[in-house]
């Protein structure tokens, strides 16, 4: 198992509409959460980050994080072709490193 | 503020040949990260600095491979005797030295081994 999943994908959605994306972790204690967000070739761009349960609004994401189902996810409301990339989820169980997943493919079709 | 520097963004060499990639993070951050990503997957865990202390390296990680950060600032990672299972994006990450801070990438380097 590894230690942080996410679907592969891809996920394809209509322009508008919302895209939902899951992540699962194995360490229970994991403390901070991490979505990114890599365009085809380029390096992974920071746009979310959440540490307690419950969640977090910034824009046009959302980021829900519950502990005990070991669980976050991202949301993308009013989905943009401009949002077609990998979405990658990242979680550390210290103040260190980051552990990845591999990422889902987000495609938004116009 | 500038973002993550790195160099050279592309390097192609041949099997066996030394390679040295450089890093130079946001200047108000004393953590700095190696991370090595393939197609397909997601960003894999080298090693980390804080300041000029390598704190923890990859168990996975070759002994070919070596990181300093001499100064606390910049970080150089040399791959000795490279072999085709190096060909990978090489990304270098930092953050600020506090909590849990999110880390900020710079645009990696791209190395293909012949």
């Known amino acids: 198992q590894k230690e942080v999943e996410q679907n592969s994908g891809p996920l394809s959605v209509p322009e508008g509409a919302i895209a939902s994306l899951n992540c699962t972790y194995s360490?229970?204690?994991?403390?901070?959460f991490f979505w990114y967000r890599q365009y085809s070739g380029k390096s992974p761009e920071l746009i979310m980050s959440i540490y307690s349960n419950g969640d977090k609004e910034d824009g046009r994401f959302t980021a829900q994080l519950n502990k005990a189902s070991q669980y976050v996810s991202l949301l993308i409301r009013d989905s943009q072709p401009s949002d077609s990339a990998t979405y990658l989820c990242?979680?550390?169980?210290?103040?260190?490193?980051?552990?990845f997943g591999d990422g889902t493919t987000l495609t938004v079709k116009p | 503020d500038t973002g993550v520097s790195q160099d050279p963004r592309h390097k192609i060499t041949k099997r066996g040949q030394n390679v040295t990639f450089r890093c130079d993070p946001i200047?108000?951050?004393?953590?700095l990260y190696w991370y090595r990503q393939t197609l397909g997957q997601g960003p894999e865990f080298l090693t980390y600095f804080q300041n000029e202390a390598q704190l923890e390296k990859s168990r996975l990680l070759s002994d070919r491979f070596s990181a300093e950060r001499p100064k606390g600032s910049f970080s150089t990672l040399e791959i000795q005797r490279t072999e085709q299972g190096d060909s990978a994006m090489y990304l270098c990450a930092s953050s600020k030295g506090q909590g849990h801070q999110p880390q900020h990438f710079g645009d990696g380097t791209r190395l293909s081994i012949l």
């Open positions: 200047s108000e951050h004393n953590r």
């Open positions: 990242a979680v550390n169980i210290n103040a260190g490193k980051s552990t």
């Open positions: 360490d229970r204690g994991s403390q901070s």
